[in-house]
Structures are given as C-alpha cells and as structure tokens.
C-alpha cells in the first residue's frame, strides 16, 4: 500500500487493516517507473547500469571500428527507447549514457586516455548530414514523445484520452495549446514534445471549434499571426477559433486602434483567404505535413529536428561506398580531417617534431595523402592505371558522388588511402624502415584482391585486372630518362620521376634511391 497525502501512523494503520506491505513511490509499472513527483536521477539509474553492462572493455578491444559502430546503432541505443517513449529523461541521464558509449566507440573502456576522434554531437548526426548515424537520444526522446499526438487524435473513445480531455481540458480548443501547470510529469514530457513537433501539423478545416484563426496553422506554411504579424498586434479577439470570428459571411474582429494604409490591406487579404472557408459538421483533423501520407512518423520528425542547416558534400556518400565498414569509419574520419597526423595530434598535446613520416615537411591529412611526395607518386602510378586523373582529395572524392559509374575505382583510391594510412603507422609505431614505395602498390593491390568477394563476378574479375596491374608496375626496373626541358638526367620509376642528383649521394638502385625520399 502506498500513500499519498498521509502520515505514517495512518499509513501503518491502513496497511495493518487489508494486510499488506507499505511501499513507496516510484514504483514499476510495466518497466516503467511511475511517480507523483518528478523522477530522480537514481530512478532511471537502472537503464543506464543496463547500458554500461553491454559496453564492457572486452568486447571493444574485440571489434573493429565498424564493429562497435554497428553494435552502438542496432543493441545499445535501442535499450533505452521503451522508457524515452513515456518519460522525458533529464540531461544528467542522457550525459550518463552518452559517456559509456562514446568511450565504447573509440575504444577507451576505462578512461585509459586515448583520444575521442570526434565530438558526440557530430557522431550522433544522421549519416545523410555527415554523422554515423547513431541516434541522439535527446532528440529521439521528443521524437517518441511527440507521438502521443497523433495517438491523441487517433483515438477515438480511449479511455486515458477521455481522462486527458477531462484533466486538462485538451480540447479547448487544441492540445497546442494546452497549459502545463499541474500537470504529471508523463504530461509535461508530452507537451514539451507538442511545441517542438507543432511546427510539423497543419489543420483541415471541418467545423473549426477547434482551431485557432489566428494562432494555428490552417493556411500557407505558418500561421496568420506570423504571415500577418502587424494586424495581429492590434486585434483584440486572440486565441479565437475559426468557428467563434466567421459564421461564412462576416469576419468578427475588433482593433484597439485605427490601422494605417498598409495594414488595411493586409485586412483585406485576410479576408479573401477566410472567404474560401467552408465550415462543415465534420471535426477539424491535424494532418502532419513532414510525410506525404499526413501521418505522423518519429522517423520524419527526427530527421528535421536533427538537421543542423549544413549538409557536406562528399562525406555522407562515405558510408555507400562498396567497402568494408572500418574502411568507411576511416575515410570519414579522412573527410572530416579527424585523423590523428601530428598538426591534429599538436591539437591535444604538444608533439616536438610535427614533420611527415615520408618527408620531412609538416604533416597534415592533406599533405599525407596527397601533399606528399610519396603519395603523390603513387597517385600518378594510380592514375595511369585508373586512366583517371588522381592528384587531391576533391578529385577523388567528387567519383564517390557517382559511386555506381566508377566502382571499381572508388575501391581503388579507397584501398591506396587505407595503404598510406597502414604504412604510415607501421613506420611510427613498429620502427618500420620504408626501403620501396613499391611495398604501398603491394599492399593496395593485397587488400583489392579480398575486396574481390563484395564485387559480381564481372566487376570482380576487373578488380583482378588491377591488381595484377598494381602488381606489374612494382616489379617494373627503374630507368633513367632526359626531358626535353632540362638537360640534367632524371630517374624514373614506380614512385614517379626523380632528378636524376638524388643518385649523386651514391642511391645506385631503386630501392635507396627511395629510401632517401
């Protein structure tokens, strides 16, 4: 027995009388944590706990980025959505839950240190706006919530509908507009959601009791007051419903002053769209204009709240491109210019020596991939084989926006950048001596022949064709050649054209003459 409004003498006494146990609030109905008040950090401290479980150190250090990518999306930040359908979590909750899994994603179960690539705002973005597409929960609560009101109109005869009408007056003259004062918590959850998902409903007119003239959206793509903001200032009759100001002839409203010229015109508008309303004894219905269908979707809401005004080009085509997943972490992380190179790396620590693993210039994502002298002669080899022109990222990223026309070569350029990236790290981190640029073709033309399996057998059989081409051009001898232009001899070979005074320090093969790049 739980009471509401009594002291505990009497509490004791009216439990000793049926002969059951005192409890006290929240209690669990259905899952859900139900109380007068409202609910406490500690009450929704299970979910959170349910969370962490999933997350454990081991099963991070298991997974590639794509792995725990794909395991944050479809198991962890769907165990909260049962709960976020009925309550309006608090921020404490929300930061509660977005630590675990951000430490989860980049692989730092324990505070261990390492770093987070990139902020949680920009990687719980929709993949279509250049995020990874796991679900903000903050949003995805408004998003569940905001469903009770098409529930609301849905509902016929329901009974908690009835008692919602009859509690706080929904219906005079709209849940729009509903006051939230002595409201339940669930209440106020769902009316916080109603003014975010307002925006979204328009009304078709029927007997008009229940929409406002003024103030609801029945004409155009905002309401009256905002369309015609200097009559509205100066009417008295606000918050009036279409029924209450037009009987299908006469506009009742009265003004607290006279209007200049150019408000009487905007009067005289007003009263040629009302004179197009033909009122009816059908009730008036909301009809959601964010689906084709009029029908409300948490889908079609979360994508317009979530969608912060700017939408990148190249970085949302990422994760279509026919590559393994950690190759698609990977060049978002590329494209975002989130990689850890010594100028990002500067950003958290101080680095003493910031120049390239390949050169000795300062080493930036761009400079890499495409800046470098390493890179860009591999670009060139690429490029021949390709027939392609390749030299930066915009030439490259701009054939992933036509990903079905050059397939093959999006897994080409996808493969070299991952090899650039591998060799990169070997010689930071395992003391690795680069000797051959040939040892990069290798490694591309390695990863292109097991990608051969996500191919059909004719684009796979191209796929080959590459790689065997990558193959013949490592094993091509260098050569020494005189360009027309200069009359000093140039060295030739995988890695491009050299001049021909890099032999001069005694480099005479190939191998040390790239070994001094």
């Not at 969370?51 to 099963?59: H, N, Q």
């Not at 078709?204 to 609801?216: A, L, P």
């Not at 009256?224 to 918050?239: D, F, G, R, S």
């Amino acid at each position: 027995m739980i009471g509401v409004g009594l002291d505990e003498d009497e509490l004791n006494a009216f439990a000793n009388l049926f002969c059951c146990k005192v409890g006290t609030f929240p209690i669990t109905y259905l899952g859900v944590p139900l109380h007068f008040n409202k609910l406490r950090r500690e009450d929704i401290q299970p979910v959170v706990d349910k969370v962490i479980k999933r997350v454990a150190g081991w099963r991070g250090k298991l997974l590639s980025y794509g792995g725990r990518l794909t395991l944050l999306k479809s198991c962890l930040a769907s165990i909260p959505t049962y709960l976020l359908s009925v309550i309006k979590f608090p921020q404490g909750a929300f930061d509660a839950i977005y630590s675990p899994m951000a430490h989860f994603l980049w692989n730092n179960p324990w505070g261990e240190g390492k770093y987070h690539l990139a902020n949680w705002q920009l990687v719980s973005q929709r993949k279509e706006v250049g995020g990874m597409g796991i679900p903000d929960l903050h949003n995805f609560n408004l998003c569940l919530l905001a469903s009770w009101i098409s529930r609301y109109h849905l509902s016929d005869n329901a009974l908690w509908k009835k008692i919602v009408e009859f509690k706080y007056r929904v219906n005079d003259p709209n849940l729009f507009c509903c006051p939230d004062i002595n409201s339940s918590p669930f209440w106020k959850g769902v009316l916080w959601a109603v003014k975010a998902a307002q925006m979204g409903y328009s009304w078709k007119i029927g007997n008009g009791q229940h929409v406002r003239f003024w103030e609801d959206r029945w004409f155009g793509s905002s309401s009256l007051a905002i369309q015609y903001w200097p009559l509205y200032v100066l009417v008295n009759e606000k918050e009036s419903t279409i029924a209450e100001c037009w009987d299908g002839v006469n506009l009742k409203f009265t003004f607290r002053r006279t209007v200049s010229a150019y408000v009487m015109r905007m009067w005289e508008e007003i009263l040629g769209i009302t004179s197009a309303i033909t009122l009816s004894e059908e009730p008036d219905s909301a009809v959601w204009t964010f689906n084709s269908n009029g029908v409300y979707s948490v889908q079609s809401l979360y994508a317009v709240i979530s969608f912060r005004g700017v939408q990148p080009i190249h970085t949302p085509v990422v994760w279509k491109l026919n590559i393994p997943p950690r190759i698609q972490v990977f060049l978002w992380l590329l494209s975002n210019n989130k990689l850890l190179t010594r100028d990002n790396l500067s950003k958290r620590r101080n680095v003493e020596n910031k120049s390239c693993l390949f050169c000795a210039e300062p080493e930036s994502v761009n400079h890499l991939f495409f800046g470098c002298c390493v890179a860009a002669n591999i670009w060139n080899v690429c490029s021949d084989i390709l027939e392609t022109p390749l030299s930066d990222f915009d030439s490259i990223a701009k054939l992933w926006l036509c990903r079905k026309k050059h397939y093959i070569t999006n897994m080409c350029t996808s493969a070299i950048l991952w090899s650039l990236w591998k060799m990169r790290n070997a010689l930071c981190f395992q003391g690795l001596v680069l000797m051959d640029v040939k040892r990069i073709l290798s490694k591309a033309a390695g990863m292109l022949r097991r990608w051969r399996v996500l191919c059909k057998d004719s684009e796979g059989a191209r796929l080959g064709e590459i790689a065997k081409a990558m193959d013949r051009k490592t094993r091509e001898p260098a050569r020494l050649t005189w360009p027309q232009t200069d009359a000093s001899p140039t060295f030739e070979g995988v890695q491009g054209v050299l001049p021909a005074n890099s032999l001069m320090r005694g480099a005479c093969s190939f191998n040390e003459v790239a070994h001094d790049l």
